[in-house]
């Protein structure tokens, strides 16, 4: 199945949410000059294994130029910095 945003889903059956459907695989898309956009079911966690709540979003963006004040999280600074990188990841 495919939900509006193109993604695989699947059928959720907990506590009675049958019909809702979530995504099945997990995308990390490299952005040009930016983030890393996360879409999918993934769970986050620190360094010490404690997962980070990333709230209901079905999406969230990790930083990658290292200037974020949210860290793991991206809030934008990488404009600011003038942060520099292909979407190869490189
Ligand atoms: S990639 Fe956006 S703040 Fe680092």
Do not use: W
């Not at 506590?15 to 000059?33: A, F, H, Q, Y």
């Not at 404690?50 to 290292?66: K, M, P, Q, S």
């Not at 860290?71 to 934008?76: A, E, S, T």
């Not at 520099?84 to 490189?90: I, L, T, V």
Request: hydrophobic share 30%; with cysteine.
């Amino acid at each position: 199945m495919l939900a509006e945003n193109g993604l695989k889903t699947s059928k959720m059956s907990n506590l009675g949410e049958e019909n809702k459907s979530m995504p099945e695989s997990v995308t990390i898309k490299v952005r040009d000059r930016g983030p890393y956009l996360v879409s999918g079911p993934v769970k986050l966690v620190d360094s010490q294994g404690n997962e980070i709540d990333v709230g209901n979003r079905a999406d969230f963006v990790l930083c990658r130029c290292g200037q974020t004040a949210n860290r793991p999280f991206c809030d934008g600074a990488h404009k600011q910095a003038g942060f520099e990188a292909e979407g190869s990841g490189s």
